[in-house]
């Protein structure tokens, strides 16, 4: 079964560009990994408010994800630009396959 959730969060006001900026290499990133099934973001109807879907083969794609070295800075000027980190909510199948 796939490691699914969204994450949803808020930016800085005055960190919106630097974070729009940043989204396509963490994309760019996702596709070279093999565990990784699909990595988007989203702008929410909210002012500053974004999430981004992730879905991995399992548990641990999640975890490769984030120990990429490639990832590594991005991720921590991502969260920077946050205003109070992030909040995930897992997604699960409808009926089990």
Avoid: W
């Avoid at 699914?4 to 596709?31: C, Q, S, Y």
């Amino acid at each position: 079964m796939s490691y699914t959730f969204l994450a949803r969060f808020r930016v800085k006001p005055d960190h919106d560009a630097e974070f729009a900026d940043l989204i396509d290499a963490m994309e760019a990133n996702a596709k070279d990994e093999p565990k990784t099934l699909e990595y988007k973001f989203y702008r929410l109807d909210d002012s500053g408010g974004f999430a981004v879907f992730e879905s991995f083969s399992d548990e641990s794609g999640d975890q490769e994800h984030r120990d990429n070295p490639a990832n590594a800075p991005i991720i921590e000027r991502m969260i920077g630009c946050m205003e109070d980190g992030y909040e995930r909510e897992f997604l699960l199948p409808v009926r089990k396959a």
